[in-house]
């Protein structure tokens, strides 16, 4: 059996925006950080794509930092919208929650000006065409994938299987997140209203377990390994700090079936202590990186790092008997 992908993705974005609130700037020291992924990356040959968004494109220490890792083509970047701090700005009438509003929310006149912005700004500033994208938190519909299309993205790395989101709100409480919990594990194209243009759909690598071996010896233990046997267990190549065994499993699996990649994700603010909920200290981070070189050493005899674009090609190369020319 030959080597399978590997991609690496990145949510390229701004300082733990997990806790962020309307009115509050939004930093990004976590640009300062992603020199040490990308290192560890270089060392195993994986070629990690940088969804990248606003806040981030505007850096200029970002810019610098990237480029020469585009130039030497040891990464991609991607584009990610978020559309609360996304020029041009739009105040949305029926707001009224207090969170961060979907693209999804706004007319289709601003939809569209939001990803043309983004979109000429990241190719501008980094000189690279972008074709690979990841919405913000992960909500897509038919006008945000036609969009897409136009702007002339191949890819899109939104889709979640097994994943609903419906918890999640945007602006005001009706508007809700995507559910796709029976969306496909595997690639698949998504075509445009009239039929004459397309964009790959990536999904990222989650599968659902119903049974699977965790610690037992805590009454909590005990209990939650109980859920996981009667609902199931959603399992994301993600790194959480706790979940290794977990993710190497995955890997395993996924190795055996017929699925041509992994996909693997993470957010840069996550590579810095305090700059997310789940990494709140040095030692944290330092956990998170063991647990990453050991993920990433264990799956190099099997698989090929490859950016987004770079699968992409090779993908439709093989099912389509035909290259795209990025240039």
Known sequence: MGKKSFLITVDT???????????????????????RFQCLCN????????????????SDNFNRFIKPY????????????????????????????GGQPFLIEYPYEIMEQ??????????????EKIVSHRAGRWVLNKEYTELLIKYGY??????TPHINWK?????????????????????????????TGKILEIPMTIREKFVYAIDKKTIKGAL????????GKKIWLRPNGKNLIEMKGLVDEIYLTDTEYIMFMIHSSELMPGGS??????????????DMEDLFQYIRDRYLGETVKGFFNRWVGKYENRNIDFS
């Not at 060392?43 to 505007?58: D, I, L, Q, R, S």
């Not at 585009?70 to 009224?96: D, R, V």
């Not at 029976?182 to 039929?195: A, I, L, R």
């Open 224 to 231: 939650k390994a109980g859920r996981d046997l009667v609902l």
């Open 13 to 35: 974005e701004g300082d733990n925006l997990w806790a962020w609130k309307p009115g509050v700037k939004i930093t990004t020291e976590n640009e300062s950080f992603l020199n």
């Open 154 to 159: 191949l890819t899109d790395c939104s889709v």
């Open 114 to 127: 939001k990803i043309k912005y983004v979109t000429d700004l990241l190719e501008n500033r980094l000189e």
């Open 277 to 290: 909920p789940y990494f709140r200290d040095r030692e944290s981070i330092e956990k998170l990186y063991q």
């Open 167 to 195: 918890a999640a709100k945007g602006s005001n409480k009706i508007v809700k997140g995507n559910n796709y919990k029976k969306y496909s594990e595997e690639p698949y194209w998504v075509f445009n209203k009239d039929q």
């Open 70 to 97: 585009l130039k030497s083509q040891q990464c991609e970047i991607g584009m990610h919208l978020h559309a609360w701090n996304s020029p041009p700005e739009y105040f949305l009438k029926n707001a009224n929650n």
């Open 43 to 58: 060392k195993y040959g994986y070629k990690p794509t940088y969804f990248t968004n606003y806040e981030m494109a505007v």
